[in-house]
């Protein structure tokens, strides 16, 4: 692979690290989403080729990307969070995985990546990672980064946001209209008090932030109807709102789910 000029990404916002560290640390990421959203998996497996190359970029502790262990030939995961990549290195191990390559907490790691091992075929972005990223200017670093990452024309990104429609109306009403849907949330943790910024999404500002990245979308539909802290808790309710999601119009969705092409 030719080299490419890295396009540096700024430090996370200390407030974003502090709180992912305690999020992941304290068990209460795996607590609240201990599975995959079904809808979100069947997309995933229906945009990879057979024996194919995918990276997750914000891949947390491994949910999404753990699974595709059987239905890949190359796979990366890549994180901010030091303390996610330690339980995803741990647990790739214990799935017998050592081909997994974990990357991060530098950005750097992801241009070497691309290097040895070539280009994607699919990138993840998945459940708010985009969001979290309080700045325009560095979501749009981000994207250009993942566009880096997959095969010109055929590569796929596929990315899930909240939606601005369905979520944290009462702190979108405190922040103000000038906030333009990027709000502040706040968790208890075991008795601690987590603040995270969110950035909230309509289906035009992610077609937006997309193309000034480079991308086009292919296609934009709800992620699902239900919230998903009930979908990865109880199966029922899964087989339900992938259902629901099928007739759900994008703008409805409880998170907005985009095929972006590089």
């Not at 304290?26 to 990879?48: A, C, F, K, Q, V």
């Amino acid at each position: 692979m030719g080299h490419h000029r890295e396009i540096p990404k700024p430090e996370p916002p200390d407030l974003t690290t502090r709180s992912y560290l305690l999020y992941f640390r304290s068990g209460h990421y795996d607590r609240r989403y201990p599975n995959p959203n079904i809808s979100t998996w069947r997309r995933m497996l229906e945009l990879l080729p057979e024996q194919g190359h995918v990276v997750d970029f914000g891949c947390g502790n491994g949910r999404y990307l753990l699974r595709l262990k059987d239905h890949v030939g190359q796979a990366a995961g890549f994180d901010i969070n030091p303390v996610a990549l330690e339980m995803l290195s741990a647990r790739a191990k214990e799935l017998a995985w050592p081909e997994l390559s974990v990357l991060g907490p530098d950005p750097a790691d992801l241009g070497t990546y691309t290097e040895t091992h070539g280009q994607a075929d699919l990138v993840l972005c998945l459940f708010g990672v985009l969001a979290h990223i309080e700045a325009r200017s560095d979501r749009i670093i981000a994207l250009r980064q993942m566009r880096r990452l997959l095969k010109p024309n055929e590569g796929r990104l596929l990315i899930s946001v909240p939606n601005k429609a369905r979520r944290f109306l009462a702190e979108q009403r405190v922040a103000g209209a000038n906030a333009a849907g990027l709000i502040r949330y706040t968790r208890d943790m075991n008795g601690t008090k987590v603040t995270l910024p969110y950035q909230l999404f309509d289906p035009a500002r992610l077609t937006a932030e997309l193309a000034e990245a480079g991308f086009q979308i292919a296609k934009i539909r709800a992620e699902s109807v239900l919230p998903e802290s009930l979908l990865t808790t109880y199966a029922p309710l899964r087989w339900l709102d992938s259902l629901l999601t099928r007739m759900c119009p994008a703008s409805l969705g409880y998170g907005l789910i985009a095929v972006a092409v590089p």
